[in-house]
């Protein structure tokens, strides 16, 4: 019978693999072109990249207090994160709502029909390079999981939180 395989020992010897190397340096220019990419896009739709990040934010999340878009981009609650939604309110990409079940709090939400028109069309080449093979989605789907809990925890760090 066959020992059992030390997928530590292997994942260790992985991380030192010319594989492994190759691929922290590509993600690390993934990541560069990323910022350059988000930086251009910004620019052309005459919007700063934190407006495009919570335009981001609020196309995954759906409406959210300012309060709630501020935590989750990381810039404080008031005075910054009030800039960002006049900004967005001004261009047409957002507006601001009452809660139906409290009519103090305010919600930001995207206008669907601008952000389609305005930003998806910059995104269209990204989507058009990711596979269409379920083994492949799957393995790349595990692994972009995994690296973003691991960015969470680098910025809880990074920020002083965690």
């Given at each position: 019978?066959?020992?059992?395989k030390?997928?530590?020992?292997?994942?260790?010897?992985?991380?030192?693999?010319?594989?492994a190397?190759?691929?922290?340096?590509?993600?690390?220019?993934?990541?560069?072109?990323?910022?350059?990419?988000?930086?251009?896009?910004?620019?052309?739709?005459?919007?700063?990249?934190?407006?495009?990040?919570?335009?981001n934010?609020?196309?995954?999340?759906?409406?959210?207090?300012?309060?709630?878009?501020?935590?989750?981009?990381?810039?404080?609650?008031?005075?910054?994160?009030?800039?960002?939604v006049?900004r967005?309110?001004?261009?047409?990409?957002?507006?601001?709502?009452?809660?139906?079940?409290?009519?103090?709090r305010?919600?930001?939400e995207?206008?669907?029909?601008?952000?389609?028109?305005?930003?998806?069309?910059?995104?269209?080449?990204i989507?058009?390079?990711?596979p269409?093979?379920?083994?492949?989605?799957?393995?790349?789907?595990?692994?972009?999981?995994?690296?973003?809990?691991a960015?969470?925890?680098?910025?809880?760090?990074a920020?002083?939180?965690?």
């Open positions: 019978m066959p020992a059992a030390d997928t530590r020992s292997d994942a260790r010897a992985l991380r030192g693999s010319d594989t190397r190759a691929l922290r340096d590509a993600l690390r220019a993934q990541a560069t072109a990323t910022v350059v990419f988000h930086s251009a896009v910004a620019a052309r739709l005459g919007i700063t990249v934190t407006d495009l990040s919570a335009l934010m609020l196309s995954m999340a759906g409406p959210l207090t300012p309060g709630q878009l501020a935590d989750r981009l990381g810039i404080t609650r008031g005075g910054a994160v009030t800039t960002v006049d967005l309110e001004k261009a047409g990409y957002v507006r601001r709502s009452r809660d139906a079940e409290d009519r103090r305010v919600r930001v995207l206008v669907a029909v601008r952000a389609e028109v305005a930003v998806a069309p910059l995104f269209g080449a989507g058009q390079s990711i269409d093979d379920e083994e492949t989605l799957t393995t790349l789907l595990a692994f972009v999981e995994t690296l973003n809990a960015l969470e925890r680098g910025t809880e760090r920020a002083g939180r965690g």
